[in-house]
């Protein structure tokens, strides 16, 4: 799968230190990366495995982080 360059979303959770995940969508996929290894081969997960993921209450039992 080409990484070519795409508009990267960051997570909602991200503190402005550069600790933080983003994600973009990519046909048929939630592409995932660390933002401080961009040039890192980013995780690959099927659109369905992620909409499940973060639809479901409680995000899998994680609790939430607090601020």
């Excluded at 099927?46 to 609790?63: C, E, K, N, V, Y």
Aim: overall charge positive.
């Amino acid at each position: 799968m080409s990484r070519g360059k795409y508009q990267w979303s960051k997570s909602s959770y991200s503190q402005g230190d550069g600790e933080c995940v983003e994600v973009v969508a990519v046909g048929g996929a939630v592409l995932v990366r660390d933002s401080k290894r961009g040039a890192r081969v980013p995780l690959s997960i099927p659109i369905s495995a992620w909409a499940d993921f973060t639809t479901r209450p409680g995000g899998w039992g994680l609790a939430p982080r607090k601020r």
